[in-house]
């Protein structure tokens, strides 16, 4: 082969192959991760591709591959556990982000290329066929002048540049259009990827690439030093092969869309749920507002009443009994005050209410809410504020009510408070406990205890859910049998999205948990 046939074909390889797959590498990552230290601008997303690319050259020098001796094979198989093995590390390196879902896409990326590799040879098998043709049209013109044999020469290096074109154009088409699927498939950058979860996106990338690895290693043999694919030896195998590639490659992209349609669900569950809390909400606030009402329709029936009796006293100016009244009559309308002023009528509704279940589950209880008090201009809507406040007050009176029966439960109390800060506001439920709290590895809070499994975990997920609209997050600590829940929120900016469009599970909620 001449020197412009090899320059042609390491060109080739550099800048479409090399280069194409490099810079696929680089937008998949950039999809699920961030970069660490360097900026989020296009150039410096390129710079972990350039590494793994510089990289991937040492490694092609140093280990030659001709495939004419035994155990080329076995250098092949290391070669690409070398070039693969050093994405893994630079991942690691270059981006931030979950390990699993770095292994996972590092796993999804060595699978899908190797896949991608395999079809391009497969599907290129016509090729062969292709060189015997011209060869045969050479041996019939029977022209054997140095001019006939310098063009057969180049039709030859012109068919086996197409050839290395055509492996090239395939192989990206193939890792190209897949990552494209997974990308579309998964919007969020953070996947909420639990034990469960995890095992089950890396099996079908795992089966695929033993798959190719096993193909690695029987594709070529060598028989008097001159190489031959397993092709060559078992024809059957042409279209078994490429079969069982596609097979792999869909098992990969249709677990990804399985598993977004399961974190789809997921969510419309969590819809559900959520319209369901509202409607007992609105439901327990109409029993509140009638009480009132109901207050102050008995209190106007009896008003002449009490206003003739009251002058009575007056007339009489009986001063023994007239104090004693009057402190009646106040307690009587003290009944229809709300006994809450966080500076939101709303909330206001949702503490009383939640008090007067508390009055009725748990009268020992002390509930105290005095420090809670919302800014002036308070722009966390209502909503928000109702689905973390209601849900934190129904964990701590679930854990008050399980400890209602043991020693102690005199110091049960529930306790509210709030603080602000330039912007920041924090939202603190503090409530007594008695036992353990149940943890349960990969989840961020503490295991529900209710008995029925599809709702586990619901109520943290919608608080975790409504603080990341507004730029903030969800910690909890226990100690000396106090459980304390904060909520951070921004108060300076507009949330970003209706609940629970968006939310990510979070915590100890899994799609396939249920």
């Known amino acids: 082969m001449s020197d412009l046939y090899r320059?042609?074909?390491?060109?080739?390889?550099?800048?479409?192959?090399?280069?194409?797959?490099?810079?696929i590498m680089c937008i998949l990552y950039r999809h699920f991760f961030r970069l660490k230290f360097l900026p989020?601008?296009?150039p410096a997303a390129l710079i972990p591709g350039v590494v793994w690319l510089g990289v991937r050259q040492l490694i092609n020098s140093l280990i030659v591959i001709t495939f004419s001796v035994t155990g080329d094979n076995v250098k092949s198989l290391l070669k690409q556990l070398l070039i693969y093995g050093s994405l893994f590390l630079i991942s690691c390196l270059f981006y931030q982000g979950n390990r699993k879902l770095r292994l996972l896409i590092t796993m999804m990326y060595m699978a899908v290329s190797e896949i991608g590799r395999f079809l391009s040879f497969s599907m290129s098998i016509f090729w062969p066929r292709?060189?015997?043709?011209?060869?045969?049209?050479?041996?019939?013109?029977?022209?054997?002048?140095?001019?006939?044999?310098?063009?057969?020469?180049?039709?030859i290096e012109c068919l086996g540049f197409f050839q290395q074109l055509s492996y090239g154009v395939i192989f990206l088409a193939v890792i190209y259009g897949s990552f494209r699927y997974v990308c579309?498939?998964?919007?969020?950058?953070?996947?909420?990827?639990?034990?469960?979860?995890?095992?089950?996106?890396?099996?079908?990338?795992?089966?695929?690439?033993?798959?190719?690895?096993?193909?690695?290693?029987?594709?070529?043999?060598?028989?008097?030093?001159?190489?031959?694919?397993?092709?060559?030896?078992f024809p059957a195998l042409i279209g078994i092969v490429p079969f069982l590639l596609i097979l792999s490659l869909l098992s990969i992209l249709y677990s990804v869309k399985l598993y977004q349609e399961m974190l789809t669900l997921n969510e419309e569950r969590n819809r559900r749920a959520v319209l369901e809390k509202q409607i007992v909400s609105m439901e327990e606030h109409a029993r509140e507002l009638e009480r009132l009402y109901s207050g102050v329709r008995s209190m106007k029936h009896d008003m002449k009443n009490q206003l003739a009796?009251?002058?009575?006293?007056?007339?009489?100016?009986?001063?023994?009994?007239?104090?004693?009244?009057?402190?009646?009559?106040?307690?009587?309308?003290?009944?229809?005050?709300v006994p809450f002023q966080t500076g939101s009528?709303?909330?206001?509704?949702?503490?009383?209410?939640?008090?007067?279940?508390?009055?009725?589950?748990?009268?020992?209880?002390?509930?105290?809410?005095?420090g809670?008090?919302?800014?002036?201009?308070?722009?966390?809507?209502?909503?928000?504020?109702?689905?973390?406040?209601?849900?934190?007050?129904d964990n701590a009176i679930e854990a008050c009510e399980r400890s209602d029966t043991q020693a102690g439960q005199d110091r049960d109390f529930i306790r509210l408070y709030s603080r602000y800060c330039r912007e920041m506001l924090l939202l603190t439920v503090e409530n007594s406990f008695h036992g353990e709290?149940?943890?349960?590895?990969?989840?961020?809070?503490?295991?529900?205890?209710?008995?029925?499994?599809?709702?586990?975990?619901?109520?943290?997920?919608?608080?975790?859910?409504?603080?990341?609209?507004?730029?903030?997050?969800v910690s909890w600590r226990a100690s000396e049998n106090v459980f304390s829940l904060t909520v951070m929120l921004n108060n300076g900016v507009q949330p970003d999205q209706d609940f629970p469009e968006g939310g990510k599970a979070s915590g100890g909620f899994s799609i396939f948990r249920s």
């Open 7 to 23: 320059t042609a074909i390491d060109i080739l390889d550099i800048i479409v192959i090399q280069f194409g797959w490099t810079l």
């Open 40 to 42: 989020a601008s296009l």
């Open 130 to 155: 292709l060189y015997d043709l011209c060869y045969q049209w050479f041996d019939r013109a029977q022209d054997y002048s140095e001019a006939s044999v310098k063009r057969f020469v180049i039709l």
């Open 184 to 233: 579309r498939a998964c919007k969020d950058r953070e996947l909420p990827l639990h034990r469960t979860e995890f095992l089950f996106l890396m099996l079908p990338c795992t089966s695929s690439f033993l798959l190719c690895t096993l193909l690695r290693i029987i594709m070529y043999t060598s028989e008097d030093t001159i190489p031959k694919t397993v092709y060559e030896s």
């Open 309 to 337: 009796v009251l002058g009575s006293l007056i007339e009489r100016q009986d001063r023994e009994e007239l104090p004693g009244y009057l402190e009646q009559l106040n307690q009587t309308l003290g009944k229809l005050d």
């Open 345 to 370: 009528t709303v909330v206001d509704s949702l503490l009383s209410m939640k008090y007067h279940e508390i009055c009725e589950k748990l009268p020992h209880l002390r509930f105290e809410a005095e």
């Open 372 to 393: 809670l008090v919302l800014p002036k201009e308070c722009r966390i809507q209502p909503t928000d504020l109702c689905i973390i406040l209601g849900n934190a007050l």
């Open 437 to 473: 709290l149940k943890l349960i590895r990969g989840n961020a809070f503490p295991s529900t205890t209710k008995p029925d499994g599809n709702s586990h975990g619901i109520g943290m997920h919608n608080i975790g859910t409504a603080a990341r609209r507004y730029q903030g997050d």
